[in-house]
């Protein structure tokens, strides 16, 4: 089946900048989740986004579920070296799918 | 702590040799699930189960099966492994309603020779 479109696959910043990352699908989802894995665990949730338009934060980190119901980006303020990981973005319609993450890397 | 649990974290086998993964959780979820985990593709769901006794397939269930007897486990079963299956496993667990919010295991690492 198809995957979500995330981008972009890897990304280089040095400490204290600002992060974007998105996620597309041709499908229509009814939620968004925002994941972050480290190396050698399991994705850990970051963000629930349920309605279309809906914007979130937790902490430094804010995520939005697009208007058409299609996209989600999610925005990481003022990186610090622990946000180094694989950012994943999850969409849910007729079952879940996964996008192929972001792997941040962030320069002290 | 709450948690989900899988054993074991790493394992080595050959072509053919039946093998079974356990998962369990201790939140009085609903929900579990089995994903693969390959470089560039993502997550992929194997199976998935609303509830005890209630199983279903999911993006990739070919070469796997599962069971759910009791609500705490939901252990995935390879009954003859083949290389194209070596894959980073990942077991997730959620309550319902917020089913689609998932915790995950931390992942076992699955080498078929």
């Known amino acids: 089946g198809q995957q979500l479109n995330q981008s972009p696959q890897s990304m280089f910043i040095q400490e204290g900048e600002d992060v974007s990352m998105n996620c597309t699908s041709s499908s229509i989802f009814n939620t968004w989740l925002w994941y972050k894995q480290d190396p050698g665990e399991g994705p850990v949730l970051l963000i629930a986004?349920?309605?279309?338009?809906e914007l979130t934060s937790n902490g430094r980190l804010t995520a939005q579920f697009g208007i058409t119901r299609k996209d989600s980006f999610l925005n990481i303020s003022a990186s610090i070296p622990s946000d180094v990981g694989i950012y994943f973005c999850a969409g849910h319609g007729n079952d879940m799918r996964f996008g192929a993450g972001t792997r941040l890397t962030v320069k002290p | 702590e709450a948690q989900v649990t899988q054993n074991p974290r790493y394992l080595i086998t050959v072509t053919g040799k039946k093998l079974t993964v356990t998962c369990s959780q201790n939140?009085?979820?609903?929900?579990m699930s089995w994903y693969r985990q390959d470089p560039g593709l993502g997550l992929r769901q194997i199976y998935y189960s609303m509830n005890v006794e209630v199983t279903d397939k999911g993006d990739v269930p070919e070469g796997y099966k599962v069971s759910r007897k009791e609500k705490r486990n939901f252990p995935l079963i390879l009954e003859s492994p083949s290389p194209n299956q070596t894959s980073l496993y990942f077991c997730?667990?959620?309550?319902?309603?917020?089913?689609?919010?998932?915790?995950f295991g931390p992942g076992t690492r699955l080498l078929v020779l």
């Open positions: 939140m009085n979820h609903e929900y």
């Open positions: 986004l349920y309605k279309a338009g």
């Open positions: 997730a667990s959620s309550p319902i309603p917020r089913w689609r919010t998932q915790y």
